[in-house]
């Protein structure tokens, strides 16, 4: 069959305005990334240009202590974050679908949290931490417990952040999976009914590996968002307190945005880009997306 | 910069012609009249403010410059949200009136400002024509800035004696000199120092007087620690804009640098690490808890609401702190130097001048001279500091008017603490190049002694890890 | 009814609603806060029960700014949401269906195109835009916002393709329709739910988006985050404003997303065609 056939074409046609734009946006700043990555270009020393060093800015970052506990920090952050949603965002879209009498309304008002704009969320959420004013303590002290200090403790900053995250984003992967529920079909569901198998059992056995796909999607799109998590890091704790809250993209952003280190912060980028690479590729075997079962043309 | 100066700025002679305007009756007349229903706001801005900037317009043409030589163009004006604008956004009607120049303001969160401006004067943008500079070490750096003492010597654009640089603090126009080639690349136009304020309600309900050393301070904080309230409220959060300006001033009291002279990482000395550690110690023992996360916003607002006996931050929140729309500690505000360190006669409090910056890319900078001109000019500051702004001008510090939206004792203690700030201690940190990265680990210095972590250990990691920076 | 099952509805209820008030908890806070005075609001003990102002909403209902900037996030994240759904949805359809080799090399590929750290991409994306002379266009960050969401369309959408029942597309091209004919005529419709899904949180994403939007824009296409985010600055929060301006905006979406909620869970249905 000669390469040039009503299937080939079609394919052609259909992929390539989708090509041409994410290649044109994209590989200037990836190719200018790539290149400021080797030079210790930096803003403030604009009279020395690009000078070349070689591979000088990744073996510094790689001998940092400073990379290693960002990266140990940041994949706390994703693990957990992305855990607890999963579980929590599936959870309501399983109620949900057992109680569709209400669903629609609650489906509307569960998404808000992606919808409101993010800086005021976050402000809102940064005047309910404050330990004496905040609405949160209030209700702490008000049950008879200590109040805590969410956003200065070390680790109880990380994990006021980790909240803040699962708040905006359960959501989505409710979204997700909600949509996965209703597409499945019904009979397993009712030979297992009839064979006396348990709500519990399945939902183990049944429902969870025919949404594994949906899953899997949800799961890498939050693990890719949560990796490059920005906002609320920087507008609740800075970084802090001390450097317990400082991920990867926070140290990004640091050094090129306000060291103004261009070449050292693209280095960084492109480590993040690669470890996230690595990341997504063996998680997207493990769960077989690439799924042959499906029939192709 | 070792002005003691206590006693009230004594106006020139040549200056009368403005108290007149400003004078007490004048709001009197216009406050009869609003009561009557006659006259009440222009514009937002109380009415004898409009009325005298219509006076002061022909105190302009008093300036031996053509003012409407860049007449017709248009210039953008960037910055973050900040007093400064909303001060003088009101009067910029009369400054069009007066060039035929229009001003675009472009306002933004500090977040939001401070990464827009590297990335559009890193790339090349025309505008914004004037910015707010923060960092002036990374704008020289970077050359971003126009040098600017070519246009204030230059007739055609600059009437010097009327513009009266006499009249403007001298750390004010100290501040923008770069200390490398001695070249003036900014315009100072706010004044603020670090300030001490206290309750006296709470104070004199626990029978304590206001504390005058670091010890009397923690003593103090320590006692008027309840349930109910705070001791004192400080920033804390470890960022190189929160906790680092408050408590460099501790340093700077306790007789230590952090940047010194020769350009030397300097806060690791003795006196340093002293300093460092009592700030920590300050904080846990005399603050809320969580005291590790606050940034200003935090310390203004827990003041405010009456939930601390102390404050020791920038002296602007004084505008706040008068204000009884916002805040519930406007009649028992009482303000003070601050304290000085064990061995020392007194304080060196940290300060502050915003700066605004031409773009050395602008493609109007006539016009955006003119502006600055006219912003941080005599007639202009009195007005916005007749709104409560700190401008850089004795004059406009003086007037009644400003007094009375600041505060006169507030006023005071304010400018006792500038003029005792040592503006080059601060200078050689902040204006670093490589300010970001000092200051940083500073921040972290001094979060983590609030923690409660051995001191010694961190300063020695962080003023290490700031060499390695600078080097 | 079994007591069992009653016992179930009603935990069913429960984490319903508990579920609920966890995520409104937080807009309901800034509800309040925007009817609230300057003296009210970070009040201690927190202020629960006071007499609404409506003073915020005039404010900034009479700021120019927040209609304009209001318009032009609705402009470009519709743009946003037709565009990344027209290049989209061909592309997702084109993976989903046919085997060819670098398939599943492209298909990461434009996942990869969402992994990149925004720091990387703020200078080259304002110089190359700036040379361009697109900046502070609606067209401008439309496409910036097009190649941040290109990888979830494709990505969800060939996961419906995938799972459409083969049958009803073979029939067709038995009966001699071209592939482009089966995918208008066909495929298109039986997903339709599935694109007004995607294209629900491609619009969200493109509303909500900042960083972008910061550096591209200035003042004519400046978006919804970016103009809100003025009201917080150095020694200056705007609580009212910021808060009222907030509610302002999500009211619009609430009602949208009421109405379009139905499609978008049917949408999401991969493939349980009737």
Known sequence: MKFVNKKNIFIILMLLPSTFLLLGLTIFPFVVGLILGFTDFSLIRPQNGMRGVGFENYIEIFTTEEFWISFKTTLIFTFFAVTIQLILGTLMAVLLHHNSKTAPIMRALYLLPLAVTPVAATFSFRMMFNPSLGVFNFFLESSGFAPLAWLSKPDLALISLIIVDIWQWTPFIMLIVAGGLASLPNEPFESAKVDGAGDIQIFFHHTLPLLKPYLALAVIFRIIDAFKTFDIIYVLTGGGPGISTRTLNLMAYRYGMEYLELGYAASFAIIMLLIIILFSQIFLRKTNIYSTKVARL | ?471 | MSVNYLIKKIMSYFFILLFAVWCLFPIYWLLSTSLKTNLQTNSKPPVFIFKPILDNYKLIIQDFDIWHIFFNSLIIASGTTFFSLFFGVPAAYALAKFKFKGNTDFSFWILTTRMAPPIAMLIPFYVMYNKLGILDTHIGLILAHISLNLSLVVWIMRGFFEDLPKDIEESSYIDGASYFSTFYRISLPISRNGIVAVGILCFLFSWNEFLMALILTDDSAKTVPVGISKFVGFQLIKWAELAASAIFMIMPIFIFLVFFQKQLIKGLTMGAIK
């Open chain 2, 1 to 471: 910069m070792k002005k003691k100066n206590n006693n009230k700025f004594m106006l020139p002679p040549n200056r009368q012609p403005f108290r007149k305007l400003t004078r007490r009756d004048f709001v009197q007349a216009s406050a009869i009249l609003a009561g009557a229903g006659v006259l009440s706001t222009f514009n937002g801005l109380p009415v004898f403010a409009k009325a005298n900037m219509d006076e002061l317009m022909p105190m302009f043409a008093k300036a031996n410059i053509d003012w409407k030589q860049a007449s017709g163009t248009e210039i953008v004006v960037g910055g973050l949200q900040h007093p400064w604008f909303e001060k003088h956004s009101p009067f910029l009607d009369s400054f069009t009136e007066l060039t035929g120049i229009t001003v675009k303001h472009e306002i933004q969160s500090d977040t939001e400002y401070v990464t827009e401006i590297p990335v559009k004067l890193g790339g090349g943008s025309t505008t914004p024509d004037v910015y707010m500079v923060w960092a002036l070490g990374q704008s020289v750096a970077a050359g971003w800035l126009e040098p600017l003492d070519g246009y204030y010597n230059d007739p055609n654009l600059t009437d010097l004696s009327w513009y009266d640089l006499g009249d403007v603090f001298n750390s004010a126009k100290a501040f923008p000199v770069w200390a490398a080639d001695n070249v003036t690349y900014g315009m100072s136009v706010t004044a603020e120092a670090e300030t001490l304020f206290t309750n006296k309600t709470m104070f004199d309900k626990a029978g304590l007087a206001i504390p005058k050393t670091m010890n009397e301070l923690y003593d103090a904080a320590v006692a008027l620690n309840t349930g109910d309230q705070a001791g004192i409220v400080l920033r804390g959060k470890a960022a190189g804009d929160a906790v680092t300006w408050p408590g460099g001033g501790f340093i700077f009291s306790y007789g230590g640098a952090i940047v010194d002279a020769n350009g030397e990482i300097a806060f690791d000395s003795q006196e340093a690490m002293e300093a460092i550690d009592m700030y920590g110690k300050i904080c846990r023992d005399g603050g809320p808890i969580g005291i590790g996360s606050y940034h200003w916003f935090e310390c203004l607002t827990e003041f405010m609401e009456g939930r601390s006996a102390m404050g020791l931050d920038s002296s602007n929140f004084a505008t706040d702190f008068a204000n009884p729309e916002k805040s519930k500690v406007a009649d028992t505000t009482v303000y003070g130097a601050m304290p000085s360190a064990p061995g020392q006669t007194s304080a060196k409090p940290n300060m502050w001048h915003w700066m605004i910056g031409m773009n050395a890319n602008s493609a109007q900078k006539k016009a955006a001279w003119l502006f600055m001109q006219w912003v941080t000019s005599p007639p202009t500051s009195l007005m916005t500091s007749s709104l409560g702004l700190a401008t850089t001008r004795k004059s406009a510090w003086s007037s009644g008017d400003f007094t009375d939206a600041f505060g006169s004792q507030a006023a005071e203690a304010s400018l006792s603490n500038l003029s005792n700030a040592d503006g080059d201690l601060f200078k050689y940190a902040w204006f670093h190049p490589e300010a970001g990265a000092i200051l940083d680990q500073v921040a972290i210095a001094l979060n983590s002694s609030i923690n409660g972590e051995n001191v010694e250990k961190v300063v020695k990691k962080a003023a290490d890890k700031a060499r390695k920076a600078i080097s």
